[in-house]
């Protein structure tokens, strides 16, 4: 019995065309993506301590407001920096909660929340 050797041919495919196929792929916006830990940080602050200083704040997935909120914490409740991620010119810390949060959220959880509103404490 013989082999018969089979070779297939690929179109000729231009670069345009591979240009237009990508830019119609949709790209995931910060709202659509999941999760962003700890292994997006850029750095670490001093002290490593903070305390919430409004009376709400969105406890995030990712370091932007484009991220959904996986919980609120409370006006005194304590964290700890596990890291910061500049993002445009606002800086973000990925934070673990250090006890529960008045407001539910339990001792452990981590999330991302803008330096603008905690307060370093030491």
């Known amino acids: ?7 297939r041919t690929l ?7 591979v240009l237009a196929i990508a830019a119609a792929v949709p790209v995931a916006s910060a709202s659509a993506a999941g999760p962003v830990g700890a292994n997006a940080c850029q750095g670490f602050s001093d002290p490593q301590h903070k305390t919430v200083k409004v ?11 484009g991220y959904r909120a996986k919980g ?5 409740d304590r964290l700890f920096e596990e ?3 500049d993002v445009k010119k606002d ?3 990925h934070v673990k909660l250090l006890a529960k949060s008045h407001n539910g959220l339990p001792k452990g959880a981590t999330g991302w929340v803008n ?6 404490t030491y």
């Open 55 to 65: 009376a709400a704040l969105n406890l995030r997935i990712g370091p932007g407001v």
């Open 115 to 120: 330096r603008k509103y905690v307060r370093d």
């Open 83 to 85: 890291c910061y991620r």
């Open 1 to 7: 019995m013989a082999l018969m050797s089979v070779r």
């Open 72 to 76: 609120s914490l409370a006006r005194g």
């Open 11 to 17: 179109p000729a495919v231009s670069i345009a065309t």
């Open 91 to 93: 800086r973000w810390y």
